[in-house]
């Protein structure tokens, strides 16, 4: 096990926050005068608009109802004191091409974010006991596939070539908003396989992997790699998951050092930095519309803030149309956030161990910082069945497991590990979400019993703690995670693109004027890209009277 660093059971324990910096805002009162902009939530995306328009001079609050910001962006004691567990998204392979940190326009390696780009990237062990391991080298990648096929070999070689052609197209798109360049169809049409392209983009991932790989093997490695978004494979306008593995060959699965939020904190400490104050411990109980415009909001303690610019929000859409009079928003909007979906969700346990899980592999064995169990593709295909019927699957579950400790020591005490088992299951339980509080501990000690097929060192005496989130629980910790959607809700082909969040309001720009939402709801919608937070904050620049460009080249 490598690493290259690079700058740029306690059941029922408790949320407690760590001592970490800025992780838990002090509780400054504002200046008496108002603000510019005043922000309602303190998620990633949120936070990276509130960064760049801190920038631009405008004075800046930012109020998170949690006592720690980073919505699914954060780092917090779950299992026992001096273990750092990430409470949602761990590593960060989209964000690398924002250029936030491409460019970096912000410069937060300043402010404390350093990150671990861990070798191997992932481990897939088998039931038949083979098991294919990506690596940093490519031509090890390739040769792991090649033990079951020649063919598939030699296909995943060949596309990553193809998707290395495409790459500066679709990451352009994702980081322009929608109407502010070509949309990705017009980008795709100057490519030379353009016409392919447009195809292979509206088929299924299912589809593309099918098509292409002949082994099951490295069928279910492709597959498990593209729904680490929980979006199902076979459904259409998802053919862009297919090339996931081969994508994160060339990003990684990069690791915050110290712990997911260390994102979040830098980009805190760059707000503060600026001149913006944050709060914590303020939950958004409603908008102030004054002479038809967004004006403030007020909080649940009673307490009022005002803007003299604009509001953001990063609300979950389905809470934000309940903190103003329905007749504000529209009809279409309203229909819009009705029919606005949840996706498949995660069901997660967090561990202190003494030992990383450790798999057989011909050498002896490898504790890689991730790895996914899949045991087939046809398994991958039950996702959207088990979510819709309602019903807990347990047989072979499919888990990703993550143990950063393994490649960033700053987690755990010495010699100890956080360990994190995910696995995949519906939120709206037949007998109803509740349910989940009564049937948790036996889904999570069923995902153990699983993953010691393969990890048999994780004996009972390896565990010191433990702390479940069901997909309930996910929501309670985070009304963001609405239905327990980590990613804001499904990207299916009706909430994607123009119709995010819903149709006719994909540019940040709510229907109350001064009114702006970013976050996972919005386009390109979850997962930690930091895209809606940059698109957010060039509409709104561009709505001042300004450029992320003249900002970018303005000194502060």
């Not at 590593?91 to 091409?97: K, R």
């Not at 259409?236 to 699965?253: E, F, H, K, W």
């Not at 709060?279 to 967004?294: M, R, S, Y």
């Not at 393994?406 to 939120?427: C, E, M, N, S, W």
Request: include cysteine; charged fraction near 20%.
């Amino acid at each position: 096990m490598s690493t290259i660093t690079r700058r740029g059971f306690v059941k029922g324990a408790a949320l407690a926050p760590l001592a970490l910096g800025s992780l838990r805002m002090q509780q400054a009162a504002p200046d008496a005068d108002r603000f510019d902009i005043v922000v309602a939530g303190a998620g990633h995306n949120s936070l990276i608009t509130t960064a760049y328009l801190a920038k631009a001079g405008y004075r800046c609050l930012v109020l998170e109802g949690r006592p720690i910001v980073g919505g699914g962006v954060k780092t917090a004691q779950l299992t026992l004191r001096g273990f750092r567990d990430d409470v949602c998204s761990t590593a960060h392979s989209f964000i690398q091409d924002n250029p936030l940190l491409r460019n970096d326009e912000l410069k937060l390696g300043d402010y404390g974010l350093e990150y671990i780009f861990p070798d191997p990237i992932m481990h897939m062990p088998f039931p038949d006991g083979s098991f294919i391991t990506q690596w940093h080298d490519a031509q090890r990648t390739i040769a792991e596939f090649a033990k079951f096929s020649k063919k598939d070999g030699a296909t995943y070689k060949r596309m990553m070539e193809e998707f290395q052609t495409i790459k500066p197209i679709l990451s352009a798109a994702t980081y322009t908003p929608v109407g502010f360049g070509k949309p990705v169809n017009e980008r795709l049409a100057e490519h030379p396989q353009g016409k392919l392209w447009q195809r292979r983009m509206a088929m299924s991932a299912w589809e593309i992997i099918r098509d292409n790989f002949e082994d099951d093997h490295c069928r279910a490695y492709m597959l498990a790699m593209g729904h680490l978004s929980s979006i199902p494979p076979e459904q259409p306008m998802t053919g862009r998951l297919a090339y996931s593995a081969v994508s994160q060959q060339y990003s990684d699965r990069p690791l915050p050092k110290g712990g997911s939020g260390m994102l979040t904190q830098a980009l805190a400490r760059y707000i503060e930095a600026h001149h913006g104050v944050i709060l914590t411990n303020k939950w958004i109980k409603q908008l102030i519309v004054e002479n038809g415009k967004c004006a403030g909001v007020e909080c649940s303690d009673g307490s009022t803030y005002r803007a003299g610019k604009a509001v953001l929000s990063t609300v979950h859409i389905k809470h934000l149309v309940d903190m103003a009079p329905r007749e504000l928003w529209g009809q279409d909007f309203v229909e819009g956030v009705e029919t606005f979906q949840g996706e498949c969700t995660m069901f997660v346990t967090h561990y202190a161990t003494s030992e990383p899980p450790r798999y057989a592999t011909a050498g002896g064995t490898l504790a890689p910082v991730e790895a996914v169990i899949m045991a087939t593709p046809e398994r991958a295909l039950r996702f959207a069945y088990d979510d819709i019927r309602g019903a807990v699957n347990l047989e072979d579950p499919p888990l990703q497991i993550v143990c950063c400790s393994v490649a960033d020591a700053t987690r755990a005490p010495a010699g100890l590990h956080t360990l994190k088992i995910i696995g995949f299951q519906p939120y709206g339980l037949k007998e109803g979400p509740q349910h989940w509080d009564a049937i948790k501990e036996q889904v999570s000690d069923a995902n153990l019993k699983y993953l010691r097929r393969f990890a048999p060192n994780l004996t009972d005496d390896k565990i010191l703690a433990r702390f479940i989130e069901s997909p309930l629980d996910l929501e309670r910790m985070n009304p963001g995670f609405w239905r327990g959607s980590a990613h804001g809700g499904a990207q299916s082909p009706a909430q994607t693109g123009g119709m995010r969040p819903v149709p006719g309001w994909a540019q940040y720009r709510m229907p109350i004027p001064g009114l702006y939402q970013t976050g996972a709801t919005t386009y390109p919608g979850g997962s930690v890209t930091g895209a809606p937070g940059r698109n957010a904050a060039i509409v709104m620049l561009k709505d001042f009277g300004t450029s992320l460009e003249e900002v970018l080249v303005k000194k502060t």
